[in-house]
């Protein structure tokens, strides 16, 4: 059976993956590439973040394992990677093997967007590294770089998806914090939505690095769910923050206070959640039946080419 060289540099150097994948194939040992730099990019659904890729550098190098693998493993490679589904391409290589460059095969994204990888991924990354002695600075640089992001809903201490800031790659803390008057509190039920308005909303400020800032991107549904935005906190100092961007079953109930920890008991009362078979095919929208009068316009927001205005 015929076969080639494979040279990788994300978490197929990790052995025991790659033994799963392909069973067949043998591994040679380290090799690098050089004039390219490992990058991340991409969003892989399943890595929950972006993706291991390599970009032309001049002078750069990339660190990575190369194994002989035969025709069925490579195609068993093209499915993992996402070949057929156009998120990686094949990338023929040449690449430093003790002393000897070997032609060898790699694989590079297609979307060459740079985006942070999750905390997991990147680990697996950083542990082969770390094994075989590499220079990580080039990982360690997700971790070392910091921003502010403002918290104000169920991520909150004493909240219950809190964890999400403290595991893995975890968030550092900095004080509790009031926005300036430009923002409003939407109760959407079990969370809230910032967006745009005229009061204060209170919660915490917390430092992240850019690992648990691409998990948070991914737990927010960023850009499209709720979208992250640079705001201004009372005394003028500039945050991120992720306020409400989806219509879908967009409600108009303000907790008044602008404190999540102070919001009503019970869900408001106009909160979508069913709907009556007759627009069944819309998600998330009323705990009782819709009535038109409470919501006259809400087929024209949501499905605007289906649901002419009632005259």
């Known amino acids: 059976m015929t076969s080639r060289f494979y040279f990788a540099y994300g978490s197929n150097m990790d052995i025991q993956q790659m033994a799963r994948r392909c069973p067949e194939a043998e591994l040679f040992g380290a090799a690098s590439l050089t004039n390219y730099r490992l990058a991340f990019g991409g969003n892989s659904v399943g890595r929950c973040g972006g993706v291991a890729t390599i970009k032309r550098k001049t002078g750069a190098t990339t660190h990575g394992v190369l194994y002989l693998i035969t025709a069925r493993d490579e195609a068993a490679l093209d499915r993992c990677e996402g070949v057929h589904l156009h998120q990686y391409r094949k990338k023929a290589v040449e690449v430093l093997y003790h002393g000897e460059m070997i032609d060898a095969m790699s694989y590079q994204l297609i979307d060459m967007t740079e985006k942070a990888p999750d905390f997991n991924y990147w680990t697996k990354i950083r542990s082969v590294y770390e094994t075989r002695q590499w220079d990580a600075a080039i990982l360690d640089a997700f971790v070392d770089t910091h921003l502010d992001i403002f918290i104000y809903g169920s991520l909150r201490q004493n909240e219950k998806n809190h964890f999400m800031l403290t595991r893995g790659a975890g968030g550092t803390f900095v004080r509790k914090v009031r926005t300036a008057s430009s923002f409003k509190l939407l109760h959407l039920g079990s969370y809230p939505g910032m967006v745009r308005g005229s009061t204060r909303v209170k919660g915490e400020l917390w430092r992240v690095n850019r690992l648990k800032l691409a998990e948070l991107d991914a737990f927010e549904g960023h850009p499209h769910f709720f979208r992250r935005s640079t705001i201004a906190l009372e005394h003028g100092e500039s945050v991120e923050a992720y306020l409400y961007s989806s219509l879908r079953g967009r409600s108009e109930v303000v907790v008044s206070s602008g404190d999540w920890a102070r919001r009503p008991v019970e869900p408001p009362p106009k909160?979508?959640?069913?709907?009556?078979?007759?627009?069944?095919?819309?998600?998330?929208?009323?705990?009782?039946?819709?009535?038109?009068?409470?919501?006259?316009?809400?087929?024209?927001?949501?499905?605007?080419?289906f649901w002419p205005r009632s005259e």
């Open 271 to 305: 909160y979508f959640r069913d709907i009556p078979a007759r627009k069944s095919f819309v998600r998330d929208i009323p705990v009782r039946e819709i009535r038109d009068e409470d919501f006259p316009d809400i087929q024209e927001i949501l499905f605007p080419r």
